[in-house]
């Protein structure tokens, strides 16, 4: 069946960075707009940053100019590049990708942003 495995998460004090991973398999990778999404304890998920299969890609305002969707179709990959992280960035990150009505999810990866 149809897999998004994600990876990367981590505890990171503010300011710092990570960079979150999902490889998917058994899909037509090109094919699928990708998306990550976050959910904190207690809060609605919510999308982060998207990237289409042409490549354009649109982020939340508060992520803009922090965080760089992108994604590399021979690895069936798609990237989180996180930067000058926040408290407010913790969260469960999960992968999504998108085609017609076509629609799979990760399993998540923990993000924690502390001192």
């Known amino acids: 069946q149809v897999q998004l495995v994600e990876s990367g998460g981590d505890l990171v004090q503010p300011g710092g960075s990570l960079r979150l991973s999902c490889a998917a398999s058994r899909i037509t990778f090109k094919a699928y707009a990708m998306t990550w999404y976050r959910q904190a304890p207690g809060k609605q998920r919510e999308l982060v940053a998207s990237i289409t299969s042409d490549g354009s890609t649109n982020y939340a305002g508060a992520v803009k100019g922090r965080f760089t969707i992108s994604r590399d179709n021979a690895k069936n990959t798609v990237y989180l590049q996180m930067n000058s992280l926040k408290p407010e960035d913790t969260a469960v990150y999960y992968c999504?990708?998108?085609?017609?009505?076509?629609?799979?999810w990760g399993q998540g990866t923990q993000v924690a942003v502390s001192s």
């Open positions: 999504n990708a998108r085609a017609g009505t076509n629609n799979f």
